[in-house]
T-cell receptor
């Protein structure tokens, strides 16, 4: 089946650091990738949608300068949390789709980000 | 605004018991509906989906869900649960047209006692 690899699985860093999270589709070409954020006991909230070679589309309330998304190839998207602060601590999950509405989203294992 | 409500936060059942997890949604238009499962330490996996046609949808591992349009519901069912069904279950909705975004419920944790 389709596999999405997300790295790192966990990161702990100091306030003010920038953190990059990678999302790779291992055995398919991901035309579209999604980035979600999940707070404890809450649902996954979509942050942005990225199509390969295009700028990401951010959801309302998500700062595009804070959460930089790059989708430069059909197998890799990155999310960079710039100048991270404790309130950015959360669980970040990516998913990837081959494109088209009939294609399912395949999810990564998520990244637990803790900012001290 | 779009939203998905899962009524049960944590359900505890004995093996062989029947399962029904509630999901109600609010969306201004025709929808596609999904149930995802997340086993401990694993990523989200698609259990089943509804796009159109027969409102009773069968998924993997003996799960099924019924779309009741008049009730805006898409409840997940399984006649006899197993210990291996212990997981977190998420209901999600998407508009049938437009953006391919999924809106998720808060999830229901299912614990099956052997």
């Amino acid at each position: 089946g389709a596999v999405v690899s997300q790295h790192p699985s966990r990161v702990i860093c100091k306030s003010g650091t920038s953190v990059k999270i990678e999302c790779r589709s291992l055995d398919f070409q991901a035309t579209t990738m999604f980035w979600y954020r999940q707070f404890p006991k809450q649902s996954l909230m979509l942050m942005a949608t990225s199509n390969e070679g295009s700028k990401a589309t951010y959801e309302q309330g998500v700062e595009k300068d804070k959460f930089l998304i790059n989708h430069a190839s059909l197998t890799l998207s990155t999310l960079t949390v710039t100048s991270a602060h404790p309130e950015d601590s959360s669980f970040y999950i990516c998913s990837a789709s081959e494109g088209g509405r009939r294609q399912p989203q395949h999810f990564g294992d998520g990244t637990r980000l803790s900012i001290l | 605004a779009q939203s998905v409500s899962q009524h049960n936060h944590h359900v505890i059942l004995s093996e062989a018991a029947s399962l029904e997890l509630g999901c109600n949604y609010s969306y201004g238009g025709t929808v596609n509906l999904f149930w995802y499962v997340q086993y401990p330490g694993q990523h989200l996996q698609l259990l089943l989906k509804y796009f159109s046609g027969d409102p009773l949808v069968k998924g993997i591992k003996g799960f099924e869900a019924e779309f009741i349009k008049s009730k805006f519901s898409f409840n997940l069912r399984k006649p006899s649960v197993q210990w291996s069904d212990t997981a977190e279950y998420f209901c999600a909705v998407r508009g049938q047209t437009g953006a391919n975004n999924l809106f998720f419920g808060t999830g229901t944790r299912l614990t099956v006692i052997p």
